[in-house]
């Protein structure tokens, strides 16, 4: 991506930083006016402000259970990619790009899937290595 102009920088939300204040303030004023609360915003903010493991950010407690969120410390990492220049590289994009419903594009994954699998092509899920609990 990056040899085709298609990486755009990324931005660390890291307490302390202008970016993470903004981002926090925008969280706060949403969830203000919101009757619940963002796991993916609140785990971004808990992470910049050096959160990690299974330490479950104070705002999200009553919908996440102990033991069910990891943070990561990378979580506070925002990068930027061209659209056009993902798509182009993309092998799935151009398969999916008529799909009208998820059920239409699953059942497109679901095809091509069977098709690598046949043809011996297809690749192991590779997992994050697992934290330690």
């Known amino acids: 991506l990056t040899a085709a102009r298609g990486f ?7 307490a302390g930083t202008q970016p993470h204040t903004i981002y926090k303030k925008c969280i706060d004023h ?25 330490n479950v ?6 919908r996440i259970p102990h033991g ?7 979580m506070c990492m925002h990068w930027a990619f061209s659209i056009t220049a993902v798509y182009n590289r993309s092998l ?3 398969l999916l790009v008529e799909s009208q419903t998820i059920d239409e594009m699953y059942t497109v994954l679901r095809q091509l899937r069977n098709k690598l699998h046949k043809e011996g092509k297809l690749q192991k899920v590779e997992m994050l290595p697992a934290p330690a609990m």
């Open 57 to 62: 950010p104070e705002e999200l407690r009553r």
């Open 30 to 54: 949403l969830q203000g006016r919101a009757n619940f609360r963002s796991v993916i915003a609140n785990s971004i903010v808990a992470s910049g402000e050096g959160g990690s493991g299974f």
């Open 92 to 94: 799935l994009a151009p």
């Open 68 to 74: 069910t969120l990891y943070l990561w410390p990378l």
């Open 8 to 14: 755009l920088g990324c931005a660390s939300l890291h």
